[in-house]
């Protein structure tokens, strides 16, 4: 049996659940910004997981701490305590200036566990449950995460958990107006990814921050996609200079192994007691070994700083197009967190991206999203750029001839 795209594509219909509308290839190979299908052809990732592997794919450090720690001890139960985890856990709590942190295996799950804890304090200090979200956000597909975010994620699954409401970003008045003592906390995305790159401003964050305080209402980041280097700074918080009191992180956490986090304040960490959360898998010690590696490597080799370099360029670079073509109509992010507001929908283009060997993709309709392995080389940018630009130049043009 010839193992080709075509293969693959056709057996994965007959037996997984059809939620994901795929395309019809099939990887077999991965290294740094490089993955090479079933059929042989090589492309340059310009999505990395969906802002996953934000070392690029099986990075060498990456590889042997997993190898290392998968011949050594794979999984115990969160009874005990292990080095990889107490080791991650110190680092983390480090890095983002929190108290304490809880192991997760996704976003989601961070999330949910962020929303209990935001809850059991608002329980202790006697106030109501209530959370709320932005309007375009998004937090996962569990249930809880369905009920924070978009309408169209949650047509078909009611009842949808109560004690959820949405505002709209970047928009303190809008907030002020529903924020009251039944609220517990209020989350948001320093950056909204799925929602199509929409960066917070600075004065909102930390106007939200001052009316969050003055409430005592808990404030959530949820840096699943913005943290671990994606944004130019470790965190996207640290751009806007606001502290949460609790943060959730997955995606890029670890390095491509399924691994996230939740992190609170003290505060938030007095309200829980014994038995108030648990996980089986979470911070395991080959997920937790995994995560370890990432962080020392994207501290290491500098590439919290190479992301905002980069992504910089990236952004200016493509915004410097627009004026001759009207196609594109915004470049918004930060860091190596890109999206190219397009004035059509962005599939066309992804698919033709996708056949020259470049691996992007649409979000929120019309916007080209780019998140690359924040250590892509000056050559696989200038690659990109080439080929993006003559797309764009051809898209335009045979528009033109037709009319
Ligand atoms: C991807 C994402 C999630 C969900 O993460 P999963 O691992 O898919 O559950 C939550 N929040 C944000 C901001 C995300 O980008």
Redesign the pocket.
């Known amino acids: 049996m010839h193992i080709s795209n075509e293969y693959l594509y056709e057996e994965d219909k007959k037996n997984y659940l059809p939620t994901f509308k795929r395309f019809p290839l099939a990887f077999i190979k991965g290294k740094g910004t490089r993955l090479w299908d079933a059929d042989g052809k090589e492309y340059i990732d310009m999505l990395a997981g ?2 996953v592997n934000n070392l690029g794919h099986c990075h060498p450090k990456v590889v042997s701490a997993i190898q290392a720690q998968a011949a050594e001890l794979i999984h115990i139960s969160n009874f005990f305590v292990s080095p990889p985890q107490v080791a991650l856990s110190k680092l983390l709590v480090d890095l983002t200036h929190l108290k304490h942190v809880f192991l997760t ?7 949910e566990g962020a929303i209990k804890v935001a809850r059991k304090y608002a329980s202790k200090h006697n106030k109501g449950g209530e959370i709320i979200s932005m309007v375009n ?6 249930l809880a ?1 369905i009920a924070t975010g978009q309408k169209k994620y949650q047509q078909g699954f009611a009842p949808i958990p109560a004690g959820f409401s949405q505002v709209a970003f970047n928009d303190l008045e809008a907030l002020k107006a529903v924020i009251n003592d039944q609220t517990a906390a209020v989350i948001l ?1 320093p950056v ?3 929602g199509g790159i929409i960066p917070a401003n600075e004065q909102y964050l930390q106007g939200v921050r001052k009316l969050c305080d003055d409430n005592n209402v808990l404030l959530i980041f ?5 943290g671990v280097g994606r944004t130019g700074k470790m965190f996207a918080k640290d751009h806007f200079n606001v502290q949460p009191d609790i943060m ?1 992180l ?2 890029g956490l670890g390095g491509g192994m ?1 691994v ?1 986090a939740f992190l609170c304040n003290e505060k938030v960490g007095n309200a829980i007691d014994y038995g108030d959360h648990g996980t089986t898998f979470g911070g395991n010690p080959l997920a937790s070994a995994a995560a370890l590696a990432t962080l020392k490597a994207i501290l290491e080799e500098g590439l919290v700083e190479r992301s905002l370099e980069k992504g910089e360029w990236i952004m200016k670079t493509v915004r410097s197009w627009a004026s001759i073509h009207p196609m594109i109509k915004e470049v918004r992010g930060l860091g190596m967190m890109i999206g190219i507001q397009l004035d059509r929908p962005a599939a066309p283009i992804v698919k033709a991206l996708l056949d020259d060997g470049i691996i992007v993709n649409g979000t929120a309709e019309s916007v080209i999203r780019l998140v690359p392995p924040l250590n892509i080389s000056d050559e696989d940018i200038e690659k990109v750029l080439g080929k993006l630009k003559s797309l764009i130049e051809l898209t335009e043009k045979n528009e033109k001839s037709k009319i």
């Open positions: 969906i802002a295996n996704s976003g989601a799950e961070s999330v956000s998004f937090h996962g597909r569990t995460t995305e909204q990814g799925e949820d840096e699943i996609q913005t959730t997955a995606k399924p996230g």
